[in-house]
């Protein structure tokens, strides 16, 4: 079954661009990301631009309205995601529990939806 990984973080307090918080952090994901495939379960993934380069579209009365930003402003902002192949929801939180951003943020686990 496929699992989405959805990774939140609260833009403010992730490491700045150049530190070496940053370049650890994105080693880490590399790590993950080569276990992932070594263990047959990555399906996908990938991570977002800031959530300040987002545009929220809503369709009211047949009218398209789009606002520059988030739908909502919030704590922690989605910050990427992993798409994972897992036998059962358990095998998904342990690859889950394994992703750097849920030391200072969450990850959101969810089933696809099967039609």
């Given at each position: 079954m496929r699992y989405i990984a959805l990774i939140y973080t609260s833009e403010p307090n992730d490491p700045q661009r150049d530190s070496p918080e940053r370049a650890q952090m994105s080693a880490d994901y590399g790590t993950l990301t080569q276990e992932l495939v070594k263990a047959g379960v990555?399906?996908?993934g990938a991570a977002l631009q800031p959530s300040s380069t987002a545009t929220t579209i809503r369709v009211?009365?047949?009218k398209t309205l789009t606002t520059d930003g988030p739908f909502a402003e919030t704590r922690e902002q989605l910050g990427g995601y992993y798409v994972l192949n897992c036998k059962d929801l358990d095998e998904a939180i342990?690859?889950?529990s394994?992703?750097?951003g849920?030391?200072?943020g969450?990850?959101?686990v969810r089933p696809?939806?099967?039609m």
């Amino acid at each position: 079954m496929r699992y989405i990984a959805l990774i939140y973080t609260s833009e403010p307090n992730d490491p700045q661009r150049d530190s070496p918080e940053r370049a650890q952090m994105s080693a880490d994901y590399g790590t993950l990301t080569q276990e992932l495939v070594k263990a047959g379960v990555m399906d996908g993934g990938a991570a977002l631009q800031p959530s300040s380069t987002a545009t929220t579209i809503r369709v009211r009365d047949g009218k398209t309205l789009t606002t520059d930003g988030p739908f909502a402003e919030t704590r922690e902002q989605l910050g990427g995601y992993y798409v994972l192949n897992c036998k059962d929801l358990d095998e998904a939180i342990h690859w889950a529990s394994k992703i750097p951003g849920a030391r200072w943020g969450s990850i959101e686990v969810r089933p696809e939806l099967s039609m």
